[in-house]
């Protein structure tokens, strides 16, 4: 009993991670209809710019701040540049052109920055929280900005007429258009926003997984998971799928024998689907309904 | 997911072209009787090729019709039934090894291996189909991709060592050309792959414009109205999956012999990226596009890393956004774009090759 709920702290621990790059996840797909392949490499490349910025002797806030302001403008300016022409390509094309911006991301990383794993401070310090050893003040404090943002992501796309405006260009560019609403910008908005989540995920994520250019890999993999298992519909949904993940992943490893630690990414995988037979648009997720 | 086509916007345009001048129509001929000829053309060309190029470049292109076949299995799927997939480097991984453990464990001579490796693929593709059935999209995505990621580990797995060889992976000899023909093995099995290659895309193709294919196509414009139709969309489901796996397991298969290796981590999801990547350079929904997308996955990388080690990924990037710009429905949407200018006509879409 005591190890099954040490490894669900474990697993919470490090599904605060898939969570917060779940969020970052459904708050594109919110934005632009289309998930995002390279979001884990921008948010690797944001976290690199902080870096950065510390190594040329910025206070760590500064560093924080001035990463998620460029990244912002990093993500509309890649919206207008790169994807604004290619809006009317077919959904497959845009697909291959995120994997195209993953390959230049990663490997542009690796130029500048190099490929040696490097150490990234922590705001939180890395005690044990609250005596409990399996999870430090760091995690806990990543769990903390997660559900902050969530909730002030909830206020602005609920409450603000921006994010009203936001949320009508993506559920109806036409007819968002004809009420005045500038679509094409929403849509750079929404890149610009999560490329700032994404960098703030960046940040947190890097002391636990140390800063590399292929750091978000598994990260990305493990969030997209979590979003689609909480519904991609739903940003709740996704940070749910985030932290069952991290739990799933976790005790799959530990309590199923034999197979458990080899394959456990696979058993995680696994349960996914099969939760996605019973609930095919994910647990939280909307069913969209066609008109023929 | 829905993959948007030329093929309605296609049938409108030619509909009407009859009443057109007499111009014009004698120019959709002229593309009409052209295909024949081009195809005659390449298989002459590809007949003659590892006659004058040297060993490696035949092996090189040899893997390009593999990678093609692979590509055209995902088409299948994808291209023509509109089912997202991530997970085909698994139903390559799965083609390979079932190659390289009949050939390697029980001495059986390679192209007996092709039929069994589609068989097996078009079995586990079928059963996989039955789950896909309940998922659209990205949640098909998310299962394939399951799949993808499952395999390598399967087949590192403690208890199938015996059979698949574990981490090292299994190493096969490669065939002597038969008949004492006096070519080299590169050479042999160049043409071997080749005569696979024209084999199963004339299959596809006379699949697609069968009433079989029509159903398939049917359910990828519109489930709903299919279903209305009297088409089984389950069926047709299933058994496109099964058979997308049964090409993209031979020319895994094929991949083991020309390689004469197999080892878990050639078939990654990397691989499924790869085909998904050709797939889209050649055109989704094309047959003869897969052979663009083959020379695409085998060439460019390496292109791109002989432009700049350290920038490798840069350039090869870089290279597939200007293709994605330039050519957003890939090689064959630019071509009908192409033919289309060529014959003078203004809408790009009536000279397709198929008359009213």
């Known amino acids: 009993m005591e190890l099954l709920l040490q490894q669900v702290m474990a697993g919470l621990a490090t599904g605060g991670i898939y969570a917060l790059m779940a969020l970052a996840v459904v708050m594109i797909y919110q934005a632009i209809d289309h998930l995002n392949f390279a979001q884990g490499e921008m948010a690797m490349f944001s976290t690199f710019i902080a870096w950065q910025l510390m190594q040329w002797g910025q206070p760590y806030w500064a560093a924080f701040a001035i990463a998620v302001v460029l990244s912002f403008v990093g993500g509309v300016v890649i919206e207008r540049v790169l994807f604004r022409p290619i809006h009317n390509a077919p959904i497959l094309s845009s697909i291959v052109a995120f994997i195209a911006l993953f390959s230049i991301l990663n490997s542009g990383a690796g130029y500048l920055f190099d490929y040696t794993i490097k150490e990234f401070p922590t705001p939180f310090g890395s005690k044990p929280f609250l005596g409990i050893t399996l999870i430090s003040t760091h995690q806990a404090g990543m769990i903390g900005v997660t559900l902050g943002m969530l909730a002030l992501l909830y206020l602005f796309f609920r409450g603000t007429r921006l994010g009203l405006a936001m949320r009508a260009a993506a559920a109806n560019p036409e007819s968002a258009r004809l009420v005045g609403i500038r679509v094409g910008w929403m849509t750079a908005l929404g890149w610009g926003m999560a490329a700032a989540i994404g960098a703030v995920a960046g940040v947190l994520i890097a002391p636990v997984v140390f800063l590399e250019p292929n750091m978000m890999l598994g990260v990305l993999l493990y969030g997209f998971a979590g979003a689609v298992l909480g519904g991609l519909t739903s940003p709740g949904g996704a940070v749910f799928g985030g932290f069952a993940m991290g739990v799933i992943e976790n005790l799959a490893g530990t309590f199923i024998p034999y197979v458990g630690r080899e394959l456990k990414l696979t058993i995680a995988l696994v349960l996914i689907v099969a939760v996605l037979m019973v609930r095919p648009s994910g647990i939280f997720g909307r069913r969209l309904v066609v008109r023929v | ?356």
Not at chain 2, 108 to 117: D, K, Q, V
Request: hydrophobic share 55%; net charge positive; proline share 6%.
């Open chain 2, 1 to 356: 997911m829905t993959v948007p086509t030329e093929e309605i916007a296609a049938k409108q345009p030619v509909a009407v072209a009859p009443p057109v001048g007499a111009a014009r129509r004698g120019a959709a001929l002229d593309v009409a009787l052209a295909r024949p000829v081009v195809i005659a053309a390449s298989l002459v060309i590809a007949l003659v090729i590892p006659l004058v190029v040297r060993s490696f470049i035949a092996f090189q292109l040899t893997q390009v019709m593999v990678y093609a076949l692979a590509i055209l299995g995902l088409n299948l799927l994808t291209g023509y039934n509109g089912q997202f997939s991530l997970g085909h480097s698994a139903f390559y991984g799965i083609g390979a090894y079932t190659a390289a453990i009949m050939m390697h464990r029980w001495d059986i001579t390679y192209f007996w291996t092709l039929p069994s490796a589609g068989l097996v693929c078009f079995a586990v593709g079928f059963l996989f189909g039955l789950p896909a059935l309940r998922l659209q999209g990205l949640y098909l995505a998310l299962a394939t991709f399951a799949l993808a990621v499952a395999m390598p580990q399967i087949l590192k797995f403690g208890p199938l060592e015996h059979w698949t060889g574990g981490v090292q992976g299994l190493v096969i000899d490669k065939p002597d050309p038969p008949f004492g023909l006096p070519i080299d093995a590169d050479q042999w099995l160049y043409y071997f792959t080749l005569a696979v290659l024209v084999l199963m895309f004339a299959g596809a193709t006379s699949l697609v414009n069968s009433r079989s294919g029509r159903a398939i196509k049917a359910i990828r414009d519109n489930p709903i109205a299919a279903a209305a139709m009297g088409i089984n969309t389950a069926l047709y489901k299933t058994l496109t999956f099964g058979v997308s796996a049964l090409y993209t397991g031979v020319a895994g298969a094929l991949g083991a012999i020309v390689v004469q290796f197999v080892a878990p981590d050639s078939f990654s999801f990397f691989l499924s990226v790869s085909f998904l990547v050709g797939l889209v350079i050649g055109g989704v929904g094309s047959i003869p596009g897969c052979l663009v997308g083959g020379l695409f996955v085998l060439y460019v990388p390496n292109i791109a890393e002989s432009v700049s080690t350290g920038l490798a990924g840069v350039v090869y990037g870089v290279i597939l956004l200007i293709i994605i710009f330039v050519m957003p429905d890939g090689a064959a949407g630019f071509a009908r774009l192409a033919a289309a200018r060529l014959a003078g006509a203004k809408q790009p879409h009536t000279t397709e090759g198929r008359l009213p």
